[in-house]
């Protein structure tokens, strides 16, 4: 695989990934769903793994289905991704999805054991809807109360407040930049280290329905206690959307997975915490 940026029609569908780094192969899929692939650049694991960073489909340069924004489940994307193995002649690799990557990324695992390595599921849940919405308005609370001084939290929290009515590519951004401050452990204390990435971040609307516009919903909890592929649990201690609640739910239902707490990070340990991440990562993999 050559270093950059390639696409590639599969399926009938455009796909886009970006190829960094050196040595084994581990595929990275990004969360939302939507959200463009560049803030999952991990520069600290590139001179360990060669990183092929995928644009799922429906996001960024990727194409788009014909039923979009609806239609990108967690079985099409695990379709895609397996075309896109195939494509690159990778019998076997190692899969790192983050948040709804995660939810990909252990589908996949589930389904396509014998063409995974091992698989880290990085700020995941073992399950969506009403109980991880729950668990979500919990963290929310408490980052909240964390950072009631700030006079950028009633900005955060209307945020918050409209993803629930998210229509088109403009709302996706404007949710993301104005929310993105409640995903780390502490934004407002690091603003000048995060803040490029508030303002740039962007995104795909993507519904969470499927092509008949029925949610895809994750519940994996029956089915975790089968998973055949090395694992490892990767949470930020402060994460709001998949905490550790989750994290630990999801090591004690994978047979001989691996937790990993992040201290000092939110939704984003690549970025908050990246040399304890990526150590946790090349570990993982050397390991096995």
Not at 107 to 125: E, I, T, W
Request: hydrophobic residues 45%.
């Amino acid at each position: 695989m050559d270093i950059g940026t390639h696409t590639v029609e599969l399926d009938g569908v455009r796909q886009r990934y970006h190829v960094h780094g050196r040595g084994p192969v581990c595929v990275v899929l990004p969360g939302g769903p939507g959200v463009d692939w560049a803030y999952l650049r991990m520069p600290a694991l590139e001179p360990h793994l060669r990183m092929v960073y995928v644009e799922p489909i429906g996001t960024g340069g990727s194409g788009r289905l014909a039923s979009h924004p609806h239609g990108y489940t967690r079985e099409r994307h695990a379709r895609a991704l397996l075309a896109l193995l195939d494509h690159l002649g990778l019998a076997e690799v190692h899969l790192l999805g983050h948040s709804h990557g995660g939810f990909v990324a252990q589908y996949f695992a589930l389904h396509h054991p014998d063409r995974v390595a091992g698989v880290v599921l990085y700020d995941s849940a073992p399950v969506t809807g009403p109980e991880h919405g729950a668990e979500a308005q919990r963290n929310v609370a408490e980052f909240a109360r964390r950072n009631a001084d700030q006079p950028g939290l009633p900005e955060v929290l209307a945020a918050l407040q409209a993803t629930a009515s998210i229509a088109d590519d403009d709302g996706m951004n404007a949710a993301l930049r104005g929310l993105l401050p409640a995903y780390f452990a502490d934004y407002w204390g690091r603003e000048a280290e995060f803040a490029p990435l508030r303002a740039s971040v962007r995104g795909t609307h993507i519904s969470g329905l499927d092509a008949d516009r029925v949610p895809d919903t994750v519940d994996d909890r029956a089915a975790l206690g089968s998973l055949a592929v090395p694992a490892l649990v990767v949470v930020g201690q402060y994460d709001v959307i998949c905490g550790p609640r989750w994290a630990r739910e999801l090591a004690g239902l994978i047979p001989r997975s691996r937790l990993v707490v992040l201290a000092r990070s939110g939704h984003f340990g690549h970025l908050e915490e990246p040399d304890l991440f990526a150590k946790a990562v090349v570990d993982f993999v050397a390991g096995r």
